[in-house]
Structures are given as C-alpha cells and as structure tokens.
C-alpha cells in the first residue's frame, strides 16, 4: 500500500513538498514514478527515477522545477515543487513497479503495478 501526502493550496510562486511511503508490508521494487491528473484530463507523467536512483526523467512542463528524491531502504519517495504554477492543479499519485530493470525509467502509467490513493495540489493565481 502506498500513502501520498503533502499536497494542498498554495499561490502561484510557491512551494510543497509531495511524499509517498510504502507500507503493509516491504517490497522491492524496480521504479518510482508521480503522475497527476486534472479535472476532465488524462494521468499524465510528472517524473519517473529507476531503482538505483542513476536516471530519472522528467515531463518539460516541470524541468527545473520538481525534483524527486527516494529512500530505497525506507521505501519512501518524494517530490519536492518549486515555483509553482496555477497548471500544476492535479491531483498527484505516487507508483511503483515491481519488476524491471533497476536503471530504467518508467513513464506510462500501465507501467507501474502499485498506485497510492492521490493527494491534490492546488495553485491559485
């Protein structure tokens, strides 16, 4: 089971900080990745990082701005936002994949096997 928290209302400019840890029971896995969803939108990719924390991969709306960092042992991850934007507005979900190649990232959502329940960000203008 995967717990995402961290979201909720800034101003356009601001910060937050978006956390995922596992829990239930411990698991390896092969990938982390955040992905969000507007209103009336499909899940898009935000970042994928692969196991071995060597290669992440980010959307080019974010570039420069988000930055994901992840604890393997705790099995936790992270997403720290920075200059944000009224079009960052989603709800963010946290994912992992259970198999894989540790250096690769992931982007599709069918990718990943484990989803956390969604934590929604909002930016007001």
């Known amino acids: 089971q995967l717990q995402a928290s961290g979201g909720g209302l800034v101003q356009a400019g601001g910060s937050l900080r978006l956390s995922c840890v596992a829990s239930?029971?411990?698991?390896?896995?092969?990938?982390m990745g955040w992905f969000r969803q507007a209103p009336g939108k499909e899940r898009e990719f935000v970042v994928g990082?692969?196991?071995?924390?060597?290669?992440?991969k980010y959307t080019d709306s974010v570039k420069g701005r988000f930055t994901v960092s992840g604890d393997n042992a705790k099995n936790t991850m992270s997403l720290q936002m920075n200059s944000l934007k009224p079009e960052d507005t989603a709800v963010y979900y946290c994912?992992?994949?259970?198999?894989?190649?540790?250096?690769?990232?992931?982007?599709?959502?069918?990718?990943?096997?484990?989803w956390g329940q969604g934590t929604q960000v909002t930016v007001s203008s």
């Open positions: 239930g029971r411990t698991f390896s896995y092969y990938g």
């Open positions: 990082r692969s196991w071995d924390g060597r290669n992440t």
């Open positions: 994912a992992v994949k259970l198999s894989g190649i540790v250096y690769r990232v992931y982007t599709t959502p069918r990718e990943y096997d484990y």
